[in-house]
């Protein structure tokens, strides 16, 4: 079993920016790809961005455009996700999420997820 608590989610401007952040507990971390997903009011989930277990690899969303910047640090079991130039289409609840079987851009490969926190961006 692995725990997820994202936060930093707020409210800003158009062109601001906000750092997501997403605490792990339980098993061992850094055996997990880990992914951030969104989902808007009325809309799918989608894939945002993930991470491999050392860090090594990056994967992101093509509708990010160099905005978004996924990291993780295995020692203190954080992932984190930077993001800038934010947009009102970016307004979302921000998931952070781990998968045991390897990288995938479906929610559905994901075995563990967080509640969710709330990123609005006004114009």
């Known amino acids: 079993q692995v725990q997820l608590v994202e936060s930093g989610g707020g409210s800003v401007q158009a062109g601001g920016s906000l750092r997501l952040s997403c605490a792990a507990s339980?098993?061992?971390?850094?055996?997990?790809?880990l992914g951030w997903f969104r989902q808007a009011s009325g809309k799918e989930r989608e894939f945002v961005t993930a991470i491999s277990w050392n860090g090594g690899r990056t994967y992101y969303a093509d509708f990010m455009k160099g905005r978004f910047t996924i990291s993780r640090d295995n020692v203190k079991n954080m992932v984190y996700l930077q993001l800038n130039s934010l947009k009102p289409e970016d307004t979302a609840v921000y998931y952070c999420?781990?998968?045991?079987?390897?990288?995938?851009?479906?929610?559905?490969?994901?075995?563990?997820w967080g509640q969710g926190t709330q990123v609005t961006v006004s114009s």
């Open positions: 339980g098993r061992t971390f850094s055996n997990y790809v």
């Open positions: 999420a781990a998968a045991s079987s390897g990288y995938s851009s479906s929610w559905r490969q994901y075995n563990y």
